[in-house]
T-cell receptor
Framework: KNQVEQSPQSLIILEGKNCTLQCNYTVSPFSNLRWYKQDTGRGPVSLTIMTFSENTKSNGRYTATLDADTKQSSLHITASQLSDSASYICVVSIFRDAGGTSYGKLTFGQGTILTVHP | DAGVIQSPRHEVTEMGQEVTLRCKPISGHNSLFWYRQTMMRGLELLIYFNNNVPIDDSGMPEDRFSAKMPNASFSTLKIQPSEPRDSAVYFC???????????FGQGTRLTVV
């Protein structure tokens, strides 16, 4: 079972519409949660980061929410644009001990593939 | 800064051959990661370096995989011998301190035939 699960796997919407992507995680101890956007053929780029004490954070048309109690996060995209077509990946940073060194290990969800049609 | 630079962008090789992937992290970043991305498994951490020292290599799938970071500005991921199941996109990422954003390179798409 994946430690970070996203839904839906894929989503098609019309330009200008809103959409919400979901992320559930089971990993612990939790450091922070990020949403990444990955365009086809490119590396992931961070959209927003949230710590366990933050509930909502916005970055332009992107708004992320976090409920640390239920271990759920969502990414809401408003007024979608064609350029929003991409894979959106939920990434949870967990504390990991390796060889006596603790660091924040990124655990990735499988991503939601968003397609925006004109 | 040009960002994280990976080379080559695409690599096609025959099974059994040695493959070397290269990465130049962002100047000043002291952490470097190698990831592998496949449709089935998504992004998986292979190895993590901090200050050029390998800290966590638990994600390296087999002895056929090895990674080095001889200095702060260069790292390699080597597969010897390569197998068709190694076909994937390999990403390098760097960050400058704990809990800051990890910046990814463009990736190397490896195809082993």
């Amino acid at each position: 079972k994946n430690q970070v699960e996203q839904s839906p796997q894929s989503l098609i919407i019309l330009e200008g519409k809103n959409c919400t992507l979901q992320c559930n995680y089971t990993v612990s101890p939790f450091s922070n949660l990020r949403w990444y956007k990955q365009d086809t053929g490119r590396g992931p780029v961070s959209l927003t980061i949230m710590t366990f004490s933050e509930n909502t954070k916005s970055n332009g048309r992107y708004t992320a929410t976090l409920d640390a109690d239920t271990k759920q996060s969502s990414l809401h995209i408003t007024a979608s644009q064609l350029s929003d077509s991409a894979s959106y990946i939920c990434v949870v940073s967990i504390f990991r001990d390796a060889g006596g060194t603790s660091y924040g290990k990124l655990t990735f969800g499988q991503g939601t593939i968003l397609t925006v049609h004109p | 800064d040009a960002g994280v630079i990976q080379s080559p962008r695409h690599e096609v090789t025959e099974m059994g051959q040695e493959v070397t992937l290269r990465c130049k992290p962002i100047s000043g970043h002291n952490s470097l990661f190698w990831y592998r991305q496949t449709m089935m498994r998504g992004l998986e951490l292979l190895i993590y370096f901090n200050n050029n020292v390998p800290i966590d290599d638990s994600g390296m799938p087999e002895d056929r995989f090895s990674a080095k970071m001889p200095n702060a500005s260069f790292s390699t991921l080597k597969i010897q011998p390569s197998e068709p199941r190694d076909s994937a996109v390999y990403f390098c990422a760097s960050r400058n301190r704990e809990n800051t954003e990890a910046f990814f390179g463009q990736g190397t798409r490896l195809t082993v035939v």
